[in-house]
């Protein structure tokens, strides 16, 4: 598992499973467009309690086809 740096403090921790969390970001105008929100996966530096997000969380509700 790789470790996850802090940009605020420095600080380098392995990602638990169990402190994982989901945040979405609307885009405005152009979330009504291109299909609604962006969620991220997330967590919290154990050191100075800032949010680090870890990267992107795929839509659960759409369909994946072979044309994918």
Do not use: W
């Not at 467009?33 to 659960?60: T, W």
């Amino acid at each position: 598992m790789k470790k996850i740096k802090c940009k605020t403090c420095g600080n380098r921790f392995y990602p638990e499973r169990k402190t994982r969390y989901t945040v979405s970001e609307p885009h405005g105008i152009s979330a009504t467009f291109s299909g609604g929100i962006k969620s991220y996966d997330a967590f919290d530096c154990p050191a100075c309690g800032c949010q680090i997000v870890a990267g992107i969380r795929l839509c659960e509700d759409a369909p994946v086809t072979e044309d994918d």
